[in-house]
Structures are given as C-alpha cells and as structure tokens.
C-alpha cells in the first residue's frame, strides 16, 4: 500500500475467556466483520495492521468508501478495553 493509500483506524482490544482459557480480541469498531483474536496482547497488536490493510484493501476493490474512524476519546470512554491507532501497512 503507498502513502496515498495509508489507512488508520482505532482498535479497541480487551481480554475474554472462552472455554474457560484466556482469549485476547480486537475490534475495530464501525467495520464490519473486522476484528482478530489470539492468545496474547502482543499477537493481536501485532497483527492488526495486517488485519486493517486487508479490510481496506477489500473495500477498495469492491469500490465502497472507507468509513471514518470513530473518535479516540469516545472509545476511551466506553471503558470496554485498551484503544490503539492502527496504521494499515
């Protein structure tokens, strides 16, 4: 992706549970169907910016609009997790 095409977008990341084993996922609230999960807070982060970069992809080729990133400190307020900016590479 150029610089043209850079995209960021906020992830919200929070810890769960699930089966009884801890689960770390992220969310990028507003695109739908985008979100990651995996066993650590460092995977998730990790691989956000590739998780960013194929949903943005997608959309260019499907020729939809990337939607605009909610506000930082909106989310931040909502207390549901830890909110990062990602860059897509």
């Known amino acids: 992706m150029n610089s043209e095409e850079a995209f960021s977008y906020p992830l919200v990341l929070y810890e769960d549970?699930?089966?009884g084993e801890e689960i770390w996922r992220g969310n990028f609230p507003g695109l739908n169907g985008c979100w990651?999960?995996?066993?650590?807070?460092e995977e998730v982060?990790?691989?956000?910016?590739?998780?960013l970069g194929e949903?943005?992809?997608?959309?260019r080729g499907a020729g939809w609009r990337l939607p605009r990133a909610p506000e930082l400190s909106e989310l931040r307020d909502?207390?549901?997790?830890?909110?990062?900016?990602?860059?897509?590479?």
């Open 36 to 41: 990651l999960e995996a066993a650590t807070r």
């Open 78 to 89: 909502t207390g549901v997790g830890e909110v990062f900016m990602i860059w897509a590479e």
């Open 45 to 51: 982060i990790a691989r956000a910016p590739s998780v």
């Open 17 to 19: 549970r699930e089966d």
């Open 55 to 59: 949903y943005a992809a997608a959309c």
